[in-house]
């Protein structure tokens, strides 16, 4: 059968709107998968966790930090807790911060920091543990943490790590990844809005 | 056409050349007033034994190029000048020894740049305390000043 001008038109404006409907259904991809992962965890009240399945059916705002950093993990600490301000009282959202440095971050650490940023503890998670687990669960996610040139375990060492704020769905899916330190809060708050 | 670019050219490497090297940051058009003047102080809670960092701005306000050749507190174990930095997606922190501020340049230590490191600090620095820090600068020795421990610069 010979395409018509008319008919044309119909199968693009059908493409058109497949596709259109196929992008908002899709949303951002899913850049790393832990719906089905489990790792066994402490928080900051030495209470076990298991990540990410009890944080089901919340949206995570996730940082990377090791207490002892003096100034890259202490910006994206006040970053999260901007935007868990300017979300107001959010029950759809939580907050989780994974130390890289599980071997000095003890719970009652993480619970002093948390304290210093003046985090809400309903609101806030932070995690720590054995070390594998918590080295696996870093791993899972791409993050990267070594010890900086020159440092050794003995000494008050100080650690390079990837700087970085992660958004991981209802689901247990990471769906945005930023530079920390740079992502504006906006920015943050917008695309958490996108996964409602 | 050809005179026009071996002018434009020339000009270019001319403006290339002529700029000033200077470890320091924010040349400002501030009135020298023959001093080192130090702004906007403040230092980040830490526990005893761990790392802490500060911030100021440093203006260099007298006639000659000064290296700021230490830094001092007796609240922490060590003191340097450090700058935080971004490699491969990788950050981290790096000593600056002797950096140079010119005449009339300001140098800025804020979060995610240049800061001062404090590592082993001695006791806990909570906010509302306060430290006391001395910079040692080449050409006209040292300055005392109070860096009051906050969450956020503005609080």
């Known amino acids: 059968m010979p395409l018509t001008k008319n008919n044309y038109l119909s199968l693009l404006t059908t493409v058109g709107l497949l596709l259109l409907v196929s992008s908002c259904q899709l ?22 966790v298991t990540f990410p399945e009890n944080f089901k059916d919340e949206i995570l705002v996730i940082s990377y930090i090791y207490t002892n950093c003096p100034d890259i993990c202490p910006t994206l600490s006040a970053k999260l807790g901007n935007v868990e301000e300017e979300l107001g009282n959010d029950s759809e959202v939580h907050f989780v911060e994974i130390t890289f440095d599980p071997r000095r971050d003890t719970p009652s650490v993480l619970k002093k920091y948390m304290e ?38 003995d000494e008050n060492y100080v650690i390079n790590h990837t700087n970085r704020i992660s958004i991981m769905d209802k689901q247990g899916r990471v769906r945005y990844e930023y530079p920390g330190t740079a992502v504006p809060e906006e920015h943050l708050i917008e695309d958490i809005e996108s996964l409602r | 056409m050809i005179r026009f670019w071996t002018i434009f050219f020339g000009l270019l490497i001319i403006s290339a050349c002529s700029g000033r090297k200077s470890d320091s940051q924010n040349p400002s058009d501030r009135e020298l007033t023959g001093q080192i003047e130090l702004e906007d102080q403040w230092a980040r809670p830490g526990s005893a034994g761990g790392n802490s960092a500060g911030y100021l701005t440093i203006f260099n306000g007298t006639r000659q190029d000064q290296v700021i050749d230490g830094l001092q507190t007796d609240q922490a174990n060590t003191t340097e000048l450090h ?8 950050s981290g922190m790096r000593p600056t020894p ?18 001062i490191m404090f590592m082993d600090i001695e006791n806990n620095w909570d906010t509302g305390d306060s430290i006391q820090v001395i910079l040692t600068f080449s050409e006209t020795g040292s300055v005392q000043t109070t860096l009051p421990i906050k969450n956020f610069p503005d609080d």
């Open chain 1, 116 to 153: 210093t940023f003046g985090h809400n503890p309903d609101r806030f998670t932070m995690i720590t543990g054995d070390s594998t687990t918590v080295d696996s669960l870093l791993n899972d996610l791409d993050i990267v943490a070594e010890l900086a040139d020159g440092e050794s375990l």
């Open chain 2, 83 to 90: 700058e935080s930095f971004e490699e491969n997606g990788q």
């Open chain 2, 98 to 115: 002797n950096m140079t501020i010119r005449s009339g340049d300001s140098l800025v230590l804020e979060p995610g740049s240049f800061h």
């Open chain 1, 27 to 48: 949303g951002p991809e899913v850049i790393h998968d832990l719906s089905d992962e489990s790792y066994e965890v402490l928080d900051q009240d030495s209470s076990s």
